[in-house]
């Protein structure tokens, strides 16, 4: 799966911002890299104080985007290319311009008031309960001063939490997904998915947990909430799927969100996105993932996404991003990838002036540079600065070049297509020593070995690892060596 930030993918209007119509003039990379669907970051209608992460109309696509009949085109053209189209749908909050949340902020009486979370001032005049809000430094409530009440934003003020325990909310969000399933879409990511069943209590978190607000509720309602919204995702006639963001990060909390097969098919597991360069955090981390997500469960591996600073910038090296490619595609789980780490990008910097996200996370946002011109492919100045090195890294430069990030990351995707075993092998960790991780996948007859060296010395390939070299990470190798060089990931074929 490959995720599109959709503002920094292509620009088909020339307005500076990406757009659906400079999606489907790009499918061809797509199509090359050999990925299976695309996840859009949100595309609906929506005042951007979160870049569409606060949405004003579940049902139509932003103008900014090219509109509904862009969208229709771009689906339609992704899936005669064979790919399949997940939407970002954020059922957690809307935006504060939402007709929804206008009504429902308008008097009391309101027949929307209990659509959103409203609640009178505490005794002493402040906010209802202790919460804090994610990306400012304050209160999740605000008073609404007309109407003498607060409501409650787990994120900014503009992005109002919708009353999920009310059942005209609950089946009015069924119906958003019914809108683009009808409409043929695939998927759906579902943002902050563990917060919808927050509740009626809303009790004070323990001092410690308040500046974690987001990441501290975790409410058995909400697997309620997801069983029936698995059922109208298994109404449709494609078996729409969702993945969800469950942020929550401690051991075997994530998993409870697929709960028996009937809630999430699939969850991020967000300690791969934070964990360092290290044989020994990234050998915990996958054994953890892996133990947590055995079957009948499935795991995601994601390294990089929209929210946090870029893996190929994280691990500080090129040649350690061509191994995570390496790692990541060849993992028992379904790898997420982030439009633009096919290309190897690091973060652009921001000057001061520029940053636009309330949260700080402009850098791996970057638009993605397409040629080595001066305007990499983008024909007004784009919404935020390029990454460093963006001609050298173009798309099109890259496609030319054997030895490139992006023909580096074509070759796993290419395997993990062609043998089941990369897709639905069995996982088992390899004892490599101190500075290799390994692991061995079996699907009937065949067997596969990935080993990565993380250290900045050669190492002796392990003998769990002979066989016939698949694929490597270091550029121009094309047989099995006696050592791996420093940073190399290979994935061998070891069967009998
Ligand atoms: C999720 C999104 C993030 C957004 C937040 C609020 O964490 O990934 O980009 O700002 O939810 O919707």
Redesign the pocket.
């Known amino acids: 799966m490959y995720q599109i930030y959709p503002r920094s993918f292509a620009d088909g209007n020339g307005d500076g911002v990406g757009d659906l119509v400079g999606m489907r003039e790009r499918i061809d990379h797509l199509v090359d890299l050999g990925v299976d669907a695309v996840w859009l970051s949100p595309i609906f209608v929506s005042p951007m104080a979160?870049f569409g992460?606060?949405v004003a109309d579940y049902c139509r696509v932003d103008p900014l985007f090219g509109g509904d009949e862009a969208f229709g085109t771009l689906l339609t053209a992704l899936h005669e290319r064979g790919i399949r189209v997940v939407l970002d749908w954020?059922p957690?909050?809307s935006s504060d311009q939402h007709p929804w949340f206008v009504e429902s902020r308008s008097s009391r009486s309101s027949p929307k008031r209990d659509w959103y979370v409203w609640r009178d001032p505490a005794p002493d005049g402040g906010p209802p309960n202790n919460w804090l809000a994610?990306?400012l430094d304050r209160p999740a409530w605000t008073l609404d001063e007309a109407t003498g009440q607060y409501y409650l934003h787990l994120?900014l003020d503009r992005?109002p939490d919708l009353d999920w325990s009310n059942p005209d909310v609950e089946a009015a969000m069924h119906e958003t997904l019914r809108h683009w399933m009808e409409r043929g879409v695939d998927g759906f990511r579902a943002?902050?998915v563990h917060l919808i069943g927050k509740g009626r209590e809303l009790r004070d978190l323990p001092e410690e947990l308040r500046g974690m607000t987001v990441v501290a509720i975790d409410e058995p309602f909400t697997h309620e909430l997801l069983r029936r919204i698995r059922s109208v995702l298994d109404a449709s006639p494609q078996q729409a799927m969702m993945v969800g963001?469950v942020?929550l990060l401690q051991p075997g909390q994530v998993v409870r969100y697929l709960g028996a097969g009937d809630e999430l098919q699939l969850a991020f597991d967000f300690r791969t996105v934070h964990v360092p360069w290290s044989a020994d955090a990234l050998r915990r981390v996958i054994a953890a993932n892996q133990a947590e997500f055995a079957e009948p469960a499935w795991p995601t591996f994601v390294l990089s996404?929209?929210?946090q600073p870029r893996h190929r910038t994280r691990f500080g090296s090129n040649a350690r991003a061509r191994a995570a490619a390496v790692m990541s595609l060849t993992m028992r789980a379904t790898p997420f990838l982030f439009a633009g780490e096919e290309l190897g990008l690091e973060d652009a910097v921001i000057p001061a002036a520029r940053v636009v996200d309330p949260?700080g996370?402009d850098g791996c946002r970057a638009p993605l540079p397409w040629t080595d011109a001066p305007d990499h492919g983008w024909p007004a100045d784009a919404w935020l600065p390029f990454p460093p090195d963006a001609g050298r890294l173009a798309a099109d430069v890259q496609r030319r070049d054997p030895t490139s990030m992006f023909s580096l990351y074509r070759s796993p995707l290419r395997l993990r297509r062609e043998r089941a075993v990369l897709r639905r092998g069995s996982f088992e960790l390899l004892d490599t020593g101190a500075e290799l991780i390994g692991w061995r996948r079996v699907h009937g007859a065949d067997a596969t070995v990935t080993v990565v060296n993380l250290s900045d010395e050669p190492v002796d390939l392990p003998a769990a690892a002979a066989g016939v070299l698949l694929a490597s990470s270091v550029a121009g190798r094309d047989r099995l060596e006696q050592q791996l060089a420093p940073d190399e990931a290979i994935v061998v074929d070891v069967a009998a």
């Open positions: 979160d992460y606060d954020v957690n909050h994610q990306f994120f992005q943002d902050v963001e942020y996404n929209h929210d949260d996370r």
